[in-house]
DNA sequence: AAGTGTGAAGTCTTTCACAGCT
DNA sequence: AGCTGTGAAAGACTTCACACTT
C-alpha cells in the first residue's frame, strides 16, 4: 500500500465497482478480472487497478479478484458496514420524497429523524413514522440521537443557517439539496445534489450540438465542445463532483 | 478566443457564476470583479477568468464585469434562452418530487409529459395536470412534442431499456436518477444524480475521520484522506460529475 | 497464459504571475 | 491603481506498458 493522496473521483468508482460486485454475487459469480469489471463500469481497467492499489492488494495475478473478498474489502474502506443515522430537514416535495426512498435503508443509512420549519407540519408523523420537529430541536436531537449525517432539503434561503445549525452540532457529512454553495469548514464533507446545474449542463450540450435534429436550426457554432463528462465525478468546481443517482 | 478544449468542470462552475449574478442583479449590483464572483462561488479567481475566457473576453481591465452584461453572456453560452422540452419517466417518489418541483419552470426547463409503467397511474393526472402515459408511448410522444431532455426515474431493472427508448427517439440529453451507469451512444448527453453514491462518500469520510467525535473510538487509520472534493464537479469516474442541487 | 500491481508517461486542470488595458 | 486575460508552471488524474505472480 503505497501512501499517496487519494483522488476523490476513486472514492466514487469504488461506490460504483461493490454495486456491481453486489450484482455478480446475486449471481453466483466469484471471480471477476479488472477487465470484466471495468468494463461494467465504464472505466479503463487500468484506473481500475490503480483505484484499488491505493488500499491495498486484493487480486491475485493470472486470476482476478474474489467477489466477495472484494466486496468486503471495499465494504470496509468506505465504512458501509456501519449504520449511518441521518437527519433529514426540509420535509418538501424532496424531503418527501427522500423519506419515503427504499434504498437508503437497504444501504445502511437511516433517516432517524425530520425536521421542517413548517409549524403545520411540526408534530405530525412521516408516512415512514417519524415525528416531524420543529428546527428549534436540531441541535439536540442531533446530538442526543448520535446523528451522522445531515440531508439538507429546505430552500435556499434557510440552508446556509442549517448548515451552520448542524456542523454546529458536530455533524460532519452533508448531503446539500439546495441550490446553493454552502460554506462549511474544511473537516466537514459535503455533496450537492443540483439539479439545476446539471440541467444546464445538458442545455449547454444540446445548444452545442451539430444538431443531427433538423428541427434545431443552428446558424453558427460559436463554442467548443466539452471535454467529455465521462470521467464522472470528475468534480470540478467547488464540490461539485459527481454524481450518482437514487431512482424510483 | 482560443479554440481550446473546455473542461465540463467548466460548464458546471459557469452555471454556478450565473445563479450568483441573477443574486447580484437582483441587488442592483452593477458591476463585479473577478476576485469578489470567485469567492462567493468558491473558485480561485484566475480559475474564473480562465473559465470566461475559453469563451471570449467580458471585463474591463482596471474595473470587473459588468452584471447584467456578464449574465447575458453566460446564459446564451449555456443555452439557458431557450425553454427546454423534458420527458418525465418514472412518476414515483422522486418523479413526483420532480413534476411538483418549481425551481424548473423558473429556469426554462419545463416537464411536458409524464410516463409510467404502472398501469394503474396510466391516464390519471399529476397535481400539474399533466396526464400519465404508459411507457409504450414514450417514443411517439418524444417525436410529437419536440421533447429535447429525458429525466429516468425508474427502477434500476429498467433504467438502461427506457434510455435506450429515449435515445432512439432522438434525445440527446438525459438526467439519470436510477442507481445505475446507463451506457448511451457518444453524441447523447447524460448527467447523474446518483444518492447512494454520494452518501457512500459521505461514509469514506466519516469512517476516515481522525475522530473529533468522542463516540466512534477509531482504532487505527488504515486509509489516507481523499483530495479535497473541493474542486466540485470535478467528474471522475465515468460521468459522475459534480453535483449540484435543487431544494424543497 | 492470464491477469494483477505499479512506475513512468501522458493528458488534463488548476494556479501562478505578469503584461496590458482603462 | 486596479483588475482582466493568458502563457507558462505546477499539480492532479488517467493510461500505458511491462515486470511479476499464479
Redesign the pocket.
Given at each position: 500500500?503505497?501512501e499517496n493522496?487519494?483522488?476523490?473521483?476513486?472514492i466514487l468508482r469504488l461506490s460504483i465497482y461493490y454495486r456491481f460486485l453486489q450484482e455478480l454475487l446475486q449471481d453466483n459469480i466469484g471471480v471477476?478480472?479488472?477487465?470484466q469489471?471495468a468494463k461494467h463500469t465504464n472505466?479503463?481497467?487500468?484506473?481500475l487497478?490503480?483505484?484499488?492499489?491505493y488500499f491495498g492488494?486484493?487480486?491475485?495475478?493470472?486470476?482476478?479478484?474474489d467477489v466477495a473478498g472484494l466486496a468486503e474489502q471495499i465494504s470496509m474502506i468506505l465504512g458501509l458496514e456501519k449504520t449511518w443515522k441521518i437527519a433529514l430537514i426540509g420535509v418538501g416535495n424532496i424531503g418527501t420524497a427522500l423519506l419515503k426512498h427504499k434504498r437508503f435503508n437497504e444501504h445502511g443509512y437511516n433517516i432517524v429523524a425530520a425536521f421542517d420549519a413548517n409549524p403545520d407540519l411540526a408534530g405530525t408523523k412521516t408516512s415512514t413514522d417519524i415525528t416531524i420537529q420543529p428546527i428549534s430541536e436540531l441541535a439536540d436531537t442531533i446530538k442526543a440521537q448520535d446523528i451522522d449525517i445531515a440531508i439538507i432539503a429546505v430552500p435556499p434561503e434557510s440552508a446556509q443557517q442549517v448548515a451552520d445549525e448542524v456542523v454546529k452540532a458536530g455533524i460532519k457529512g452533508i448531503l446539500n439539496f439546495a441550490p446553493v454553495r454552502l460554506k462549511v469548514p474544511s473537516d466537514v464533507s459535503i455533496q450537492h445534489v443540483d439539479f439545476t446545474i446539471l440541467l444546464d449542463t445538458l442545455s449547454y450540450s444540446l445548444a452545442q450540438n451539430v444538431n443531427t435534429r433538423e428541427k434545431h436550426v443552428q446558424k453558427d457554432k460559436p463554442f467548443k465542445n466539452v471535454?467529455g463528462w465521462s470521467?464522472?465525478h470528475?468534480w470540478?468546481?467547488a464540490n461539485a463532483n459527481f454524481v450518482v443517482s437514487a431512482s424510483q
Open positions: 500500500m503505497k493522496k487519494i483522488p476523490a473521483a476513486t471477476v478480472s479488472s477487465a469489471l472505466v479503463n481497467p487500468a484506473q487497478r490503480k483505484d484499488l492499489s492488494r486484493f487480486g491475485v495475478r493470472g486470476v482476478g479478484y471535454q470521467r464522472a470528475s470540478p468546481v
